[in-house]
Antibody
Framework: QVQLQESGPGLVKPSETLSLTCSVS?????????WGWIRQPPGKGLEWIGF???????SYNPSLKSRVTISLDTSKNQFSLKLSSVTAADTSVYYC?????????????WGQGTLVTVSS | SYELTQPPSVSVSPGQTASITCSGD??????ACWYQQKPGQSPVLVIY???KRPSGIPERFSGSNSGNTATLTISGTQAMDEADYYC??????????FGGGTKLTVL
């Protein structure tokens, strides 16, 4: 059974770059699937950030596209999120998840989430 | 951009049937899926491809999708079903859209 675990700094200063890593166990990320990031501001709903396919192709939320990079590190079986020029509005719980592709796509497995606060 | 609309809240009595709707333009032409999120926990997939339940999800959870509306139905609602529920347009689009979420209260 695949397991995902987010890691990274819990506090980031405004204007800096938020960097998170998702470690995957129980499945080789180079073998298939899409690997995604979703965030949730405190007390609010889910917002899709983007995902990367095992081939390396990416898709990003248009509202975040100019600031987001998602990439794979197959040697470590990890994928990462970088979000630049952060503001307080980027304070959220960040989840990584595995997305099933095909005729009906969905996020079948999620990490536990990590809270990132943007503050000086 | 595509949008999905959910009611902010739904209330149901224990043992009764709860229905949570998700509306979007021609949503019935796509697949819909649903996630349950309890306080302090990660979302859990409860319905995918409109009507299918992942392993471990109780049979009381069911889904439908037609026209502009997808519906998550919980039959014989239990106190443990109290949670936030999010719909998603689960098609082959390269973009992912979530509904705003519905808080289900069992009282």
């Amino acid at each position: 059974q695949v397991q995902l675990q987010e890691s990274g700094p819990g506090l980031v200063k405004p204007s800096e770059t938020l960097s998170l890593t998702c470690s995957v166990s129980g499945y080789s990320i180079s073998s298939g699937y899409f690997w995604g990031w979703i965030r949730q501001p405190p007390g609010k709903g889910l917002e899709w950030i983007g995902f990367v396919h095992n081939t390396g192709s990416t898709s990003y939320n248009p509202s975040l596209k100019s600031r987001v990079t998602i990439s794979l590190d197959t040697s470590k079986n990890q994928f990462s999120l970088k979000l630049s020029s952060v503001t307080a509005a980027d304070t959220s719980v960040y989840y990584c998840a595995r997305r099933v592709g095909g005729s009906g796509t969905y996020f079948e497995s999620w990490g536990q989430g990590t809270l990132v606060t943007v503050s000086s | 951009s595509y949008e999905l609309t959910q009611p902010p809240s739904v209330s149901v009595s224990p043992g009764q049937t709860a229905s949570i709707t998700c509306s979007g333009d021609k949503l019935g032409d796509k697949y819909a899926c649903w996630y349950q999120q309890k306080p302090g926990q990660s979302p859990v997939l409860v319905i995918y491809q409109n009507t299918k339940r992942p392993s471990g999800i109780p049979e009381r959870f069911s889904g439908s999708n037609s026209g502009n509306t997808a519906t998550l139905t919980i039959s014989g609602t239990q106190a443990m079903d109290e949670a936030d529920y999010y719909c998603q347009a689960c098609d082959t689009s390269t973009y992912v859209v979530f509904g705003g979420g519905t808080k289900l209260t069992v009282l």
